[in-house]
């Protein structure tokens, strides 16, 4: 069946409002992945290679309901991690023994870093090869195109 | 981002088990009522927009209680939900009264009546003009790609 608005308006707030996934009490994180990947919804957290040394180690986000809203132009579902102070930002330290590392993208992890939510991949990767140099991850979106459902 | 398997399979957990709409039982179970106008499948339509048949004269399924059922399609991997009607099967059958009456898809909606979540328009409509006339009725069901999130 086709769903209509009166069920697709239902999703966003469900889903950012979701405990057990989006909403924890203790807010999930976004850590940098250092090494190349492809993106697949069946991978474990442990196929993932994730920054932790000095100034790239995961950020957590915000605890609690995130942001929801329709994108006026695709009517998609859009559920929006919120952003913490300071941003997703990471930035390498003076001095930066451990580089150069290349950044292939962001994911979204649980607190706890057992499992992860959702994953970004750059289109373009960054290294990161001396020290002062810093990298912001874009707004991080599910977006859900609901005329899908069938 | 691209969702983790968990994340694509909670959303058909909390839309398709919410109590407050497709997921309720008795009294407040949905219906799939049959669409005896013409009509196009399309997100932004509401119930006022739809003729429906009359429910005395057996023109709607009831969703049984707690009858939501969540699976995969073997083939496809599409991620389903679904409801057991609570009395027959999934077949119209056109009765002696307000014939004739023709069947241009069916609507899931809220039991009573005012709220629409989904609709299935059936390829070609059916035409009953005579009693204990049937046809196999779409089910009460959604399912998803795994492509439904970006």
């Known amino acids: 069946m086709k769903m209509t608005n009166g069920l697709i308006d239902t999703i966003g707030p469900l889903l950012a409002a979701d405990v057990p996934t989006l909403a924890p009490v203790a807010a999930n994180k976004v850590a940098l992945i250092t090494d190349n990947f492809v993106p697949d919804m069946d ?5 993932f290679t994730l920054g932790s040394t000095t100034g790239l180690t995961p950020i957590a986000g915000v605890a609690g309901t995130q942001l929801e809203s329709r994108d006026p132009v695709t009517g998609e579902v859009i559920v929006e991690i919120k952003t913490p102070a300071g941003g997703f930002r990471w930035e390498t ?21 057992a499992n992860w939510l959702g994953v970004h991949k750059l289109t373009d990767p960054i290294t990161l090869d001396g020290p002062n140099q810093q990298i912001t991850a874009p707004a991080l979106t599910f977006a859900i195109d609901a005329t899908k459902v069938y | 981002m691209l969702p983790t398997r968990v994340m694509w399979l909670r959303i058909r957990e909390l839309v398709g088990g919410n109590v407050l709409t497709i997921g309720a039982d008795d009294p407040d179970a949905p219906h799939l009522f049959a669409i005896i106008a013409p009509y196009t ?26 009858s939501i059922d ?38 899931l909606v ?15 409509p059916v ?23 970006r």
Do not use: C, H
């Open chain 2, 127 to 149: 035409t009953f003009d005579r009693i204990n006339q049937e046809t196999d009725s779409p089910r009460m069901r959604l399912q998803y790609p795994r492509d439904l999130v």
């Open chain 2, 41 to 66: 499948d399309n997100p932004n339509l509401v119930a006022a927009d739809l003729t429906f048949g009359p429910t005395q004269f057996q023109w709607s399924f009831l969703a049984a209680d707690g």
């Open chain 2, 110 to 124: 809220s039991n009573d009546g005012a709220t629409l979540y989904a609709t299935e328009q059936l390829p070609d």
């Open chain 2, 70 to 107: 969540l699976g995969e399609d073997a083939i496809s991997q599409a991620a389903s939900w679904q409801r057991i009607d609570a009395g027959r099967p999934w077949t119209w059958k056109a009765s002696s009264v307000g014939l004739p009456v023709t069947l241009y898809g069916v609507a």
């Open chain 1, 93 to 113: 330290p003076d001095p930066f023994t451990d580089g150069p590392i290349t950044v292939y993208g962001f994911l979204l992890i649980d607190n706890g870093a």
């Open chain 1, 43 to 47: 991978a474990s957290i442990g196929d």
